[in-house]
């Protein structure tokens, strides 16, 4: 069997024209406050293709870029003031932060309204007790790749590999939510390989080049890789999909899978978060 | 094989004795405000039985029962005002409320230090996020359980079955913090007994009178069993605890398994919220 091969780069280019399309139609477009500290490439890259597309969905770039040496209680302050920034409909702090700074603190103070990467203490317990709110980017993404290709979740045994708070934990409540069976793995989990072969749709955002081979999934599958790594011989996943494609279903690639879906999915959490608490 | 029985009763008694003996040591006893709203019967013998057993460990009893025809703004006003009360270290709604009012709302009125049942948005987060907090009391009931047989958690894999904010959702957490692989099942779960069968600890919160059969337990397996029901033979769980317990390794009885572990663990986090935030 060759599996489909998932483009998630026009899915994400087709969320990011709709959430264009539908911006356009607000009396006053969102503002995405993007805060970066510090000068670390990797982030400023990312800070940098956030708001582009920000700005390419006609959303307010609503930028700050503080100082990698500023004080805990500078860095409250500025989140605070846009907190309070009726132009700001949703605030992002770009992690990972100077290791002086106490992350977990700062996102903390983001109003749970504007908290369009999901991450605060309140959208994830929304996200838990199954409640409206918004939800990280990458998972929410995995889930629009999902409903792309049509995938039957209801009752479907779906296996997560990985349980980072950020992609592992929230995918497996966005997948209980839709009615499947959801099994959460890890690095301590015995035999990864036989519980993975249990999945109909197997996540892998374990952070391990190539973890996941073929020996590890069921005919047919549909498997999502998370995972992106730099190597000798270009980018790879956490599943080595040139054996995997041979016996699952559907696939996604490395790059051009989960990746793109990322930002499309916080500018579909700013829009969401504009509408919910429109600029007054 | 016969399985090991676990005493509930005792277990409880012991974390009961444990407390109380801790909160004799404290400057100020913890002060637990339990709040029923209305006359449901079921509801005030729980409540009596709260507050009995706190203040036989020692702690403040500041019971409020409201009229069930009471508003939900003057409902808001009493649980803000236990909120602010230095003397209230943990307030508890009882549930369910009278179907006129917003439980949800009302809940995320207590604060997250105050919190002695974890259901607000903000300690369900605080779990999700492996985070300190206080958790639900069943589920850390069930963990005590677990503790008390020497359970291995690590790399077991652990089922539950049911997926309930109360019960399920939270011990799905719990059990993944203590890096066990982790299956959620549900009512549209395909052949649960076949993936009950995968367990080597085995947790049944799915509210269905002897639901998980001799089929569904793998031999050997610790089966936890959190459901109870009033039937004409008397009380049964979610599991068929006859018929199990020639399998099992371990099982809890219905009644005195895990039933008895929820006002404990209420008397643990109210102890655990005093010291936290201790009366000045």
């Given at each position: ?20 399309r ?13 805060v ?49 920034d ?7 702090l ?10 977990a ?6 109003p749970?309204?504007?908290?369009v990467?999901?991450l605060?203490?309140?959208s ?19 889930m629009?790749?999902?409903?792309e ?5 209801e ?37 990864l ?5 249990t ?26 890789d ?10 790879c996943?956490?599943?080595d ?40």
């Open positions: 069997m060759n599996a489909l091969v998932i483009d998630g780069r026009a899915v994400a280019a087709g969320v990011r024209a709709r959430v264009a539908e911006v356009a139609t607000l009396p006053t477009p969102p503002g995405l406050a993007t970066l500290i510090g000068d670390d490439p990797a982030s400023a890259i990312y800070v940098r293709n956030k708001r582009r597309q920000c700005a390419e969905a006609g959303m307010r770039d609503l930028h700050r870029h503080l100082p990698g040496e500023i004080t805990q209680e500078a860095a409250a302050a500025v989140v605070d003031e846009l907190a309070s009726p132009q700001v409909t949703g605030i992002l770009q992690l990972p932060l100077p290791p002086h700074l106490d992350a603190a700062l996102i903390e103070r983001i749970p309204e504007k908290d990467d999901g605060t203490e309140r994830t317990g929304r996200l838990a007790l199954g409640r409206p709110g918004l939800r990280p980017c990458t998972p929410e993404g995995v629009v790749l999902l409903d290709i049509g995938a039957v979740l009752g479907a045994h779906t296996v997560v590999v990985g349980r980072s708070n950020l992609v592992g934990k929230p995918m497996a409540q966005l997948l209980l939510q839709r009615n499947a069976t959801v099994t959460v793995c890890h690095s301590r989990t015995r035999d390989a036989a519980v993975c072969r999945a109909d749709v197997l996540v892998v955002a374990a952070g391990v080049p190539r973890l996941i081979g073929e020996d590890a999934v069921k005919p047919g599958a549909i498997v999502l998370v995972g992106i790594h730099r190597t000798e011989n270009g980018l996943g956490d599943v999909t040139d054996t995997v494609r041979e016996i699952a279903g559907v696939v996604t690639p490395v790059p051009g899978g989960v990746g793109p879906m990322t930002i499309a999915m916080l500018l579909q959490n700013t829009l969401t978060a504009a509408r919910e608490n429109p600029i007054t």
